[in-house]
């Protein structure tokens, strides 16, 4: 629009005619987000018109009227209009309009009138919430109806709702000597403010209330900041009030007097609520004030299970009870430093919203944040289970508090968007012990891994080699004890290698043993009707392989198949099977036959133009047993093993094997003061100390 019709606008803005004034305003709300537009509009006399539609029209003029005043604000421009008899008409249009176009525009003003408290007005000094205080005094219904219009199905007057909640937050926090922001922030919580954010943030509609909800989850971190930051002084009505609660809610029942009946001082008042000392103010030195709530919240929300857990703790030796007070600060530091309060959220929700992406939006947003105070008692209450179940003494509390900061990690920190608090607080409690303690030490060879890469890495495929080893030996030595395998009726080419004295049986055997020699060179074999008692010795098998001979050994065993059964239960089902053996597990052994002794490497018969034959094939009657074999042989032929079962006991030697040598770190390779070497004094000649064992960090 170019300016010599802003005069015409501004006439029409004034005319007697319903129609006309709407079409003007809503030209006008296109047009005014320009800078030099609305110098021009206000030096024209356009802003008395805006002001006295904003007063009186209804319907789609008063919302067009609306959105344009608040563009108008939104550059610092016009608020010399905007008086107290503007701002209460607003607000009972947020109170009482049905219009939801009406009610964007208007929560759009209101946030622009909270958000800008250093505007050019008659009163210096006030406020952004002081100059609405007044309206909102006279009609109590309207945060409660703004806390309503959060969940509306319209995006954007549920964005501008959240938005002004924020700026009203915003103010209050940065204004705490002319406003009780603690009262306003509960009245706000009581109103149901976190329930209707949280369903946002798990919500489809992220994406459209991205900004609105991420400025609240970063006033969520500056609200934690500031209590924080508030130290813990009895002189302060509400702090002693909060400590004192502490300590009635604990029950101590008649703790307090002598078989007399006179009042005396429990030396213990304190401690044995879990303090260190009998002065706990002192001890919200890190946590601040939000420790202090964060401890109270637990108490007073559960004073039974509280009073009960203290009685269970009294039964205990005192070096063994767990120390509630202080657990509780540590899950309050653990949470504080998890969510990183202490660093602004606001440059990374620019970042993010920017890449629209929705990936990066669930990374963004962490609705657990908002429940707090709920990921607060589950994860005291982990921290007591913890306890109990490594049946901790005083000096193990770090160790707990570290189990637990993975713990939240673990749960918290890899929880979608979309994951419930109901069901976080379950995971909490149920996490298995066991699987937290694998999880410490996979961080534990991270943390190693960080610092000496290179070396660590050396050293774990030192270890990984020598196991390696290890179960190349574990599994031939299988193969020289020996095995019994269930012998194939169908007997033809395929059950081993064909003999005139095979060729002369009439009636098939039902078992075969099978044993590699001492010189680990050939493979001796012989058929039997029943399995005996004691294994036949190794000059009783008449049948034998020279290995130099074997060119492949293939199996139908899976690398994945996980291990059935036991050697012991592998036995007790052979010997239930005996009368019909059966199995379809089959290793089967080719080779050259006739190439003899001299011909060691098999490339060479296969060059010289002999078939390849099925010299043995063995049917093992368990995982266990197929792979003690299957690999055994390909080892013995210096082939990489390919069961799971194999695969799996290399790894976990090998695994111990760093777990060991990072638990045996030397001190001063982990930049610790050496140990004190043990005086000899009163020591003869042939006494030493062997100080090599010494275990750091366990």
Same mark, same amino acid.
């Given at each position: 629009?170019?300016?010599?019709?802003?005069?015409?606008?501004?006439?029409?803005?004034?005319?007697?005619?319903?129609?006309?004034?709407? #079409?003007?305003?809503?030209?006008?709300?296109?047009?005014?987000?320009?800078?030099?537009?609305?110098?021009?509009?206000?030096?024209?006399? $356009?802003?008395?018109?805006?002001? *006295?539609?904003?007063?009186?029209?209804?319907?789609?003029?008063?919302?067009?009227?609306?959105?344009?005043?608040?563009?108008?604000?939104?550059?610092?421009? &016009?608020?010399?209009?905007?008086?107290?008899?503007?701002?209460?008409?607003?607000?009972?249009?947020?109170?009482?309009?049905?219009?939801?176009?009406?009610?964007?525009?208007?929560?759009?003003?209101?946030?622009?009138?909270?958000?800008?408290?250093?505007?050019?007005?008659?009163?210096?000094?006030?406020?952004?919430?002081?100059?609405?205080?007044?309206?909102?005094?006279?009609?109590?219904?309207?945060?409660?109806?703004?806390?309503?219009?959060?969940?509306?199905?319209?995006? !954007?007057?549920?964005?501008?709702?959240?938005?002004?909640?924020?700026?009203? #937050?915003?103010?209050?926090?940065?204004?705490?000597?002319? *406003?009780?922001?603690?009262?306003?922030?509960?009245?706000?919580?009581?109103?149901?403010?976190?329930?209707?954010?949280?369903?946002?943030?798990?919500?489809?509609?992220?994406?459209?209330?991205?900004?609105? =909800?991420?400025?609240?989850?970063?006033?969520?971190?500056?609200?934690?900041?500031?209590?924080?930051?508030?130290?813990?002084?009895?002189?302060?009505?509400?702090?002693?009030?909060?400590?004192?609660?502490?300590?009635?809610?604990?029950?101590?029942?008649?703790?307090?007097?002598?078989?007399? &009946?006179?009042?005396?001082?429990?030396?213990?008042?304190?401690?044995?609520?879990?303090?260190?000392?009998?002065?706990? !103010?002192?001890?919200?030195?890190?946590?601040?004030?939000? &420790?202090?709530?964060?401890?109270?919240?637990?108490?007073?929300?559960?004073?039974?299970?509280?009073?009960?857990?203290?009685? /269970?703790?009294?039964?205990?030796?005192?070096?063994?009870?767990?120390?509630?007070?202080?657990?509780?600060?540590?899950?309050?530091?653990?949470?504080?430093?998890?969510?990183?309060?202490?660093?602004?959220?606001?440059?990374?929700?620019?970042?993010?919203?920017?890449?629209?992406?929705?990936?990066?939006?669930?990374?963004?947003?962490?609705?657990?944040?908002?429940?707090?105070?709920?990921?607060?008692?589950?994860? =005291?209450?982990?921290?007591?289970?913890?306890?109990?179940?490594?049946?901790?003494?005083?000096?193990?509390?770090?160790?707990?508090?570290?189990?637990?900061?993975?713990?939240?990690?673990?749960?918290?920190?890899?929880?979608?968007?979309?994951?419930?608090?109901?069901?976080?607080?379950?995971?909490?409690?149920?996490?298995?012990?066991?699987?937290?303690?694998?999880?410490?030490?996979?961080?534990?060879?991270?943390?190693?891994?960080?610092?000496?890469?290179?070396?660590?890495?050396?050293?774990?495929?030192?270890?990984?080699?020598?196991?390696?080893?290890?179960?190349?030996?574990?599994?031939?030595?299988? =193969?020289?004890?020996?095995?019994?395998?269930?012998?194939?009726?169908?007997?033809?080419?395929?059950?081993?290698?064909?003999?005139?004295? %095979?060729?002369?049986?009439?009636?098939?055997?039902?078992?075969?043993?099978?044993?590699?020699?001492?010189?680990?060179?050939?493979?001796?074999?012989?058929?039997?009707?029943?399995?005996?008692?004691?294994?036949?010795?190794?000059?009783?098998?008449?049948?034998?392989?020279?290995?130099?001979?074997?060119? %492949?050994?293939?199996?139908?065993?899976?690398?994945?198949?996980?291990?059935?059964?036991?050697?012991?239960?592998?036995?007790?089902?052979?010997?239930?099977?005996?009368? !019909?053996?059966?199995?379809?597990?089959?290793?089967?052994?080719?080779?050259?036959?006739?190439?003899?002794?001299?011909?060691?490497?098999?490339?060479?018969?296969?060059?010289?133009?002999?078939?390849?034959?099925?010299?043995?094939?063995?049917?093992?009657?368990?995982?266990? =047993?197929?792979?003690?074999?299957?690999?055994?042989?390909?080892?013995?032929?210096?082939?990489?093993?390919?069961?799971?079962?194999?695969?799996?006991?290399?790894?976990?030697?090998? $695994?111990? $094997?760093?777990?060991?040598?990072?638990?045996?770190?030397?001190?001063?390779?982990?930049?610790?003061?050496?140990?004190?070497?043990?005086?000899?004094?009163?020591?003869?000649?042939?006494?030493?100390?062997?100080?090599?064992?010494? /275990?750091? $960090?366990?």
């Amino acid at each position: 629009m170019d300016t010599t019709s802003i005069p015409d606008l501004i006439d029409r803005l004034g005319s007697d005619e319903e129609s006309v004034r709407k #079409m003007a305003v809503f030209k006008l709300q296109n047009a005014i987000g320009d800078p030099s537009f609305a110098d021009i509009f206000i030096h024209e006399g $356009g802003l008395p018109k805006l002001r *006295f539609l904003a007063l009186h029209s209804t319907g789609n003029t008063l919302a067009y009227c609306l959105t344009s005043l608040s563009r108008l604000l939104e550059l610092d421009k &016009g608020w010399d209009h905007v008086t107290d008899d503007l701002i209460k008409r607003i607000v009972e249009l947020v109170v009482a309009q049905p219009l939801v176009n009406v009610n964007r525009g208007a929560m759009s003003v209101l946030a622009a009138i909270v958000g800008h408290p250093q505007h050019r007005h008659s009163q210096p000094g006030a406020t952004g919430f002081q100059r609405l205080k007044p309206a909102v005094e006279q009609h109590p219904q309207f945060l409660p109806m703004l806390v309503e219009k959060i969940t509306s199905a319209d995006h !954007a007057l549920c964005a501008n709702s959240l938005h002004l909640i924020n700026s009203l #937050m915003r103010d209050a926090i940065a204004n705490d000597a002319d *406003f009780e922001w603690p009262r306003f922030i509960k009245q706000l919580q009581e109103l149901g403010v976190i329930k209707s954010v949280y369903g946002l943030m798990q919500s489809s509609a992220v994406q459209d209330l991205a900004h609105p =909800l991420l400025e609240f989850q970063a006033l969520t971190k500056v609200l934690l900041r500031k209590w924080r930051e508030e130290k813990v002084d009895l002189e302060k009505p509400d702090h002693r009030r909060a400590i004192r609660g502490l300590h009635a809610a604990s029950n101590p029942g008649k703790e307090g007097t002598d078989p007399k &009946g006179s009042k005396r001082q429990n030396p213990a008042k304190w401690r044995r609520l879990g303090f260190d000392t009998e002065s706990p !103010a002192w001890e919200f030195e890190t946590t601040g004030f939000l &420790g202090l709530m964060d401890l109270t919240d637990f108490v007073y929300k559960n004073e039974d299970g509280f009073q009960k857990l203290l009685l /269970e703790q009294s039964a205990e030796a005192e070096e063994q009870r767990c120390p509630i007070a202080r657990a509780s600060l540590a899950v309050t530091s653990v949470l504080y430093e998890h969510f990183e309060v202490d660093k602004s959220d606001e440059d990374d929700a620019h970042r993010y919203v920017s890449m629209e992406s929705r990936t990066n939006f669930d990374r963004a947003f962490k609705p657990l944040l908002l429940h707090w105070s709920r990921l607060h008692t589950s994860g =005291l209450n982990a921290f007591i289970r913890l306890w109990n179940a490594a049946e901790a003494q005083s000096e193990d509390f770090d160790k707990i508090e570290e189990l637990v900061r993975i713990l939240i990690e673990q749960i918290v920190g890899q929880a979608p968007r979309t994951r419930e608090i109901k069901d976080v607080e379950v995971e909490l409690a149920e996490f298995d012990i066991q699987r937290l303690r694998e999880l410490q030490m996979e961080l534990l060879e991270l943390t190693y891994e960080d610092a000496w890469g290179h070396h660590l890495r050396q050293v774990r495929d030192e270890l990984n080699h020598e196991a390696l080893q290890f179960v190349k030996e574990q599994r031939i030595r299988c =193969l020289l004890q020996g095995a019994w395998f269930p012998q194939t009726m169908n007997y033809g080419a395929d059950s081993g290698p064909i003999t005139s004295k %095979s060729l002369n049986r009439t009636v098939p055997s039902a078992w075969r043993f099978v044993r590699l020699s001492h010189n680990r060179r050939h493979l001796h074999y012989a058929d039997f009707d029943e399995k005996t008692a004691v294994e036949p010795r190794l000059d009783a098998l008449e049948e034998k392989i020279d290995l130099s001979i074997v060119s %492949s050994v293939v199996s139908n065993v899976s690398a994945s198949a996980p291990s059935s059964s036991s050697s012991d239960s592998t036995l007790t089902t052979v010997q239930q099977k005996q009368q !019909a053996p059966s199995t379809s597990t089959k290793i089967t052994i080719h080779g050259y036959l006739g190439a003899g002794s001299h011909a060691r490497n098999t490339s060479d018969a296969s060059s010289s133009g002999q078939k390849e034959s099925v010299l043995l094939q063995l049917h093992p009657q368990s995982h266990t =047993l197929a792979s003690e074999w299957l690999d055994g042989l390909l080892m013995l032929l210096n082939q990489q093993p390919i069961t799971a079962d194999t695969n799996k006991l290399v790894s976990l030697i090998g $695994g111990y $094997g760093l777990k060991i040598r990072l638990l045996n770190v030397r001190f001063e390779d982990v930049g610790m003061e050496e140990p004190v070497l043990p005086s000899r004094e009163g020591v003869d000649d042939d006494y030493y100390y062997d100080i090599g064992g010494i /275990e750091a $960090g366990v």
